[in-house]
């Protein structure tokens, strides 16, 4: 049996944040018409997935806590009847914190999710309202509350720092007030100002992005002040308790398999990378049409796949593997890596570690520098 990854993506949000470019439409209108494309999509994969056991499944957005949740727990009957589970498999919604609900949490709960992750990005109601989220900081105190009362063992919380308007102080506030309610996992990222979002006309608030130094020291801060609470960092913008990494994340960061569902969701199976239009439009009319649905696919060589390991792994704390890029792709990672990484050791962006190489926390944060210079070899 092969041990994959579910990605389930839910494609709705009550309303768009200024920054955000993960594709969602806010018609929810068109709510039972998607659930029922995609249990048809899922359907269609019974015979595809014969010979898999899922460890992980995530339900991510968009905002999956704003529909009903008797569509998400038709959603889970459903994806049991095409694809085995391992004995504990990990199960996550994503939610936004203004959406929940008693019902909804205990319906997630009833149906076997067993991991909640909640978007409260900061704890400051003025920097809430500046990137547009729908909630305040004691909504989330309300729903984070209850999702644990409910009995939600595994929460994690998301964060963001380089808000416009956020001073080191603000979000070394929001670190103490997150890990004062002992989330299991935190994920803590930078903002992006990514192109077509409505943060990027906005210029006022583009103008109070803090510079390039000072979000170097409020990730340089932050994280020690994660460590000193707890949390360990695993990856460039992920934290968790002992032993309650993300197992669902971490597959994609190993180059593990995965199977998405639904719009804008990207498979990664036996090679081959594909992912979904994002198109909520024409995945309802056509959702098992997987050719005319995909936007993008590709059959990776040994060599890509190498590459990808590359640049997935060196996001992990823990980095990249000789023997283990021996075993998988049977190549040897001094050859490969040895001397172009010694450059970024100099520049202590860089560490040997007993297995192979890791970025530090430093080079970590310049991580798309260091992989685009490194990853240019021949790769067909
Ligand atoms: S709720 Fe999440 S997915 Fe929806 S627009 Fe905001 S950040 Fe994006």
């Known amino acids: 049996m092969k041990k994959i990854g579910v990605y389930i993506h839910i494609p709705f949000c009550i309303h768009k944040c200024s920054y955000c470019d993960f594709y969602s439409v806010t018609e929810l209108s068109l709510t039972e018409r998607y659930f029922s494309a995609l249990k048809e999509q ?4 019974k015979y595809f997935l014969k010979d898999c056991v899922a460890d992980s499944v995530y339900i991510g957005g968009g905002t999956p806590s704003c529909v009903d949740s008797k569509y998400i727990v038709d959603l889970m009957n459903t994806l049991k009847t095409v694809i085995k589970f391992v004995d504990k498999p990990e199960i996550t919604i994503e939610s936004n914190p203004g959406t929940l609900d008693s ?11 067993n991991r909640i992750s ?35 063992k595994n929460i994690n919380v998301d964060i963001m720092y380089a ?4 001073k080191e102080e603000t979000l070394l506030k929001t670190i103490d007030y997150v890990t004062a309610l002992q989330p299991e996992h935190i994920s803590f990222y ?22 390039e130094d000072t979000q170097y020291n409020m990730y340089i801060h932050a994280a020690k002040r994660l460590e000193n609470a707890g949390y360990s960092q695993y990856e460039i913008s992920n934290f968790s308790k002992k032993r309650m990494m993300c ?36 995945f309802i009319q056509k959702p098992t049409d997987r050719l005319g649905n995909v936007e993008k696919s590709e ?35 001094e050859i490969d890596y040895g001397e172009k990484m010694e450059k970024y050791i100099a520049m202590k962006y860089a560490k040997r570690t007993e297995k192979g190489f890791r970025l530090t926390r430093a080079g970590l944060l310049v991580s798309n520098t260091i992989l685009s210079d490194i990853l240019d070899f021949e790769t067909k």
């Open 42 to 45: 899922i359907l269609s994969f």
């Open 247 to 282: 197992r669902h994340n971490c597959r994609y960061w190993k180059s593990g398999d995965y199977i998405g569902f639904g719009p804008g969701a990207a498979s990664f199976i036996d090679g081959e990378l594909y992912s979904y239009s994002k198109d909520i439009k024409s």
């Open 163 to 166: 808000l416009p308007g956020q």
């Open 118 to 152: 909640m978007g409260l990005q900061s704890a400051d109601d003025d920097e809430l309202k500046m990137i547009s989220r729908i909630h305040n900081r004691s909504e989330f105190e309300s729903a984070y509350l209850l999702a644990r009362i409910l009995g939600f």
């Open 190 to 211: 930078g903002l992006r100002v990514e192109e077509g979002t409505p943060l990027s006309r906005q210029y006022d608030l583009l103008d109070r992005i803090p510079d």
């Open 299 to 333: 059959i990776l060589t040994i060599n890509q796949q190498a590459t990808q390991y590359v640049m997935l792994g060196l996001r992990l704390a823990r980095g990249i593997e000789s023997k283990e890029y021996k075993n998988r792709f049977g190549r040897d990672l």
């Open 103 to 113: 019902t909804k949490i205990k319906d997630y709960l009833f149906c076997g999710i």
